[in-house]
């Protein structure tokens, strides 16, 4: 794992090099989904603190055995049914793709007296398979989620289409890009967007290349799962 772990921060500083971007610019979250928990650990040897996981099972799970400083990203599907389990773990949601689980988030993160740090997510590239909103319907969530004092938007998700060949997505990771500053310039309450969460293994060079200050690694860490 060591070595896979250089690789992908070496590619990551030959990316910002590319693009003029300092590298502390960009947080790789390695996404430790369906890994054991001693996988986990031995990143958090390397120095990874960010992890990624889709299951809220598997957040609850894990939780208790990571160190402290350690973060987990809540980057998978969320149900409403699961949003009072999950959130005492999670450090960020990517995933917030409805006005009704951004209600329930609100709800219950005002129980808890707590401000929740979520991401929108958007389906750019309008695939049927995939959650998240379109880009023209951003807006208006936005602006109604603004009353939602609890809630702290820092940004947007995607998940781009699988690809071959990573360049295939650049103009999806570039549209995600133009929509957060369009969303800045709006100047929404609670509302910043300065965190861009896009790039997988296949294609996290391009995405960083076009801006992202999250990337999602899973498979060039821990290996196929
Ligand atoms: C699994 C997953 C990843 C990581 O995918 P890899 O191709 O293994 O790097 C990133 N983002 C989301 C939302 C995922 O579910």
Not at 6 to 13: F, G, P, S
Not at 177 to 188: H, M
Not at 192 to 199: E, I, N, Q, R
Request: proline share 3%; glycine share 4%.
């Amino acid at each position: 794992m060591e070595e896979k772990l250089k690789l992908v921060q070496n590619n990551i500083i030959a990316a910002c090099k590319r693009c003029n971007r300092d590298p502390k610019e960009v947080t790789l979250i390695a996404v430790s989904k369906t890994k054991p928990i001693e996988a986990l650990l031995e990143a958090y040897t390397y120095g990874m603190r960010d992890f990624g996981e889709n299951k809220v099972q598997e957040i609850v799970q894990k939780y208790p055995q990571i160190p402290s400083d350690a973060k987990l990203h809540m980057i998978g599907h969320l149900q409403r049914n699961k949003v009072k389990q999950v959130l005492p773990y999670v450090t960020m949601i990517h995933s917030v793709d409805s006005m009704r689980l951004a209600k329930e988030i609100q709800q219950e993160a005002q129980r808890n007296n707590q401000i929740v740090e979520v991401l929108l997510e958007v389906n750019v590239a309008k695939e049927e398979s995939k959650h998240g909103i379109y880009a023209e319907e951003v807006m208006d969530l936005l602006l109604e989620l603004k009353d939602y004092t609890n809630i702290k938007v820092c940004g947007l998700m995607t998940i781009a289409p699988y690809v071959e060949n990573a360049e295939n997505n650049r103009l999806v990771f570039r549209k995600l890009y133009e929509l957060a500053v369009d969303i800045r310039e709006k100047n929404i309450d609670n509302v910043t967007m300065d965190v861009l969460s896009m790039g997988m293994s296949g294609d996290y060079e391009v995405a960083i290349e076009e801006g992202a200050t999250m990337i999602r690694v899973g498979t060039s860490i821990f290996g196929t799962r």
